[in-house]
């Protein structure tokens, strides 16, 4: 305080205590307003139902991104959609922030607590609800997991087959050796039970409710759809406790055009707008017939050129998945197989079997005319499982490239016409910049992804990796593609997604969380960037 005068000095002394004695108010004041929440948390949903441990909230605090752990201050279960409600209005009263929370397996940081607050673990509300067989849907709680749910569908002769991405495969601790899920239908053609095996998909077992907060999809998108296509009405808790469904309560019609759709707006709303307790889902018959192939070509445009052509020509093809020469070297390797090292297509066919036989008929066709390898196919689930063994293993063999690091998946679509250059364009650059990012993608959507390996130890590598993330999602909006085909925005594409929609588009967006959430207490952060002052 040298220089300052007598009543200067004196001033600064008294505005120091009035700062201390203002910060140990504002503590008490503090501590009893969390004593008070907590209490509060208890009474809804009992004592097991509170959680302040640090090691629960640290698990609540991180997905599978690279982002770091953002713990909550507080995790709640809540056992139904009435003590969430219960739970939001006590939050919303007392200006906490909620992030929702399924199964940790997102990939963009969705679920970090960039502002503390109460993180909703939902997975005590596990229960398969109102499966109407006839009419193929079912409504599930948001701790019901696709592979639960489809373990719940065994006998039904039912299957919901879309599934998360492939490449956080890691998050499921699926083993290399393939499992199957089976399933018996009756057959109307042969009038008798027939059993059918499935191959489990290389996805997270990821919640449903979660995956339509993400619009999540995967291998079998291009012939079942995403889950926007999917999903049928929802309930979801606002941010003020409101309960709402967006179709209409108990309703579940296969098309409607009444009002706004509200359920589209909040699926791939990454929690920030509500949480998702219940989901209806469309459900397919298992088909009778499955026939799995691997093709191998000469270059990327003959593998993409025969992928539209398969498309244009109509057949409805359920899987076809892409791996360029550096991921099948890698395969190969890791699983001791013996591929062609070279673009290669893995492709899967569902349908009757006369159907399915015309499929594969057709699309060898096609293949041979690009220059594609004769088919090695298989219709018996074991050689089905061995023929799929290197997509399957896809991320254990980019990790194998370089023990001791770890693996992050980037995710970009663009148009099917856009995908060889952008491909092509994308293998250069990981080149010249020294990276390890082989290449695995849903060809069919024109969704890929490089699987990058990185050394954790080293900064500049990281560095690397993030210019390059960058680049790679701006060279998909170039193309007039999106930064994010299938992981959703979260925290590290939140100003792609400004440049993706433009300024106009994200006002509109914020003028909607503004409507439903006007304190951002819903999952902050994520999605809209943080307004100027």
Request: glycine share 8%; net charge negative.
């Amino acid at each position: 305080m040298h220089g300052l005068t007598p009543s200067r000095q004196l001033l600064s002394h008294w505005r120091c205590l009035l700062h201390c004695r203002s910060f140990r108010t504002e503590n008490t004041a503090r501590s009893a307003a969390l004593d008070s929440v907590l209490s509060a948390f208890r009474s809804i949903c009992g004592e097991d139902g509170v959680s302040l441990g640090e090691a629960v909230r640290e698990q609540h605090g991180k997905d599978e991104s690279v982002h770091r752990c953002c713990p909550p201050d507080v995790v709640v279960f809540p056992h139904c959609v009435e003590e969430v409600s219960a739970l939001a209005k006590v939050c919303h009263n007392h200006h906490l922030p909620i992030i929702p929370f399924g199964t940790g397996t997102g990939l963009e940081g969705g679920v970090g607590a960039l502002k503390g607050g109460v993180c909703f673990s939902l997975r005590n509300m596990d229960q398969v609800l109102d499966l109407h067989q006839e009419d193929f849907d079912v409504t599930v709680e948001p701790g019901v997991t696709r592979k639960a749910l489809n373990a719940y569908l065994r006998e039904t002769g039912l299957w919901f087959p879309v599934v998360t991405p492939a490449c956080c495969v890691r998050v499921a601790e699926f083993h290399p050796a393939w499992s199957v899920m089976y399933a018996r239908t009756i057959n109307p053609a042969y009038g008798y039970l027939s059993l059918f095996y499935f191959p489990a998909d290389p996805g997270a077992d990821a919640s449903l409710c979660g995956m339509a907060a993400t619009s999540a999809s995967g291998t079998n998108a291009v012939r079942y759809g995403t889950m926007r296509e999917n999903v049928l009405n929802l309930e979801v808790v606002l941010a003020d406790g409101t309960i709402i469904h967006t179709a209409g309560k108990g309703r579940r019609p296969r098309k409607t055009s009444a009002g706004y759709n509200l359920t589209n707006l909040f699926v791939g709303s990454e929690g920030t707008l509500g949480i998702i307790t219940k989901t209806t889902l469309r459900l397919y018959g298992i088909p009778e017939a499955m026939v799995s192939a691997v093709c191998s070509f000469p270059s990327i445009q003959a593998a993409v050129d025969s992928t539209v052509q398969v498309l244009q020509a109509g057949v409805p093809i359920a899987r076809i998945e892409f791996l360029d020469e550096v991921m099948i070297d890698a395969c190969n390797r890791f699983s001791s197989l013996s591929y062609p090292v070279t673009p290669t297509l893995f492709l899967e066919f569902h349908g009757s079997e006369r159907s399915v036989e015309e499929q594969v008929n057709l699309t060898e066709e096609i293949t041979q005319s690009n220059g594609g390898s004769d088919f090695q196919w298989a219709r018996d689930a074991e050689t089905r499982n061995s023929l799929w063994k290197a997509r399957h293993d896809a991320w254990y063999a980019a990790l194998a490239l370089r023990p001791g690091c770890k693996a992050y998946s980037t995710d970009v679509c663009v148009p099917l016409s856009r995908l060889p250059q952008i491909i092509v364009e994308t293998k250069e650059d990981l080149i010249e910049n020294r990276l390890t990012g082989p290449i695995a993608g849903h060809v069919g959507d024109g969704n890929f992804h490089c699987l990058m390996v990185v050394d954790p130890s080293d900064p500049e590598e990281q560095h690397r990796v993030h210019l390059f993330t960058e680049r790679l999602a701006r060279r998909a909006l170039a193309m007039d593609g999106t930064c994010t085909g299938e992981h959703g925005v979260g925290l590290g594409k939140r100003a792609l997604l400004c440049e993706e929609v433009g300024h106009t588009a994200i006002h509109v967006m914020q003028g909607l969380k503004d409507a439903l959430d006007p304190k951002n207490l819903m999952n902050p952060g994520k999605v809209l960037q943080p307004r100027e002052p």
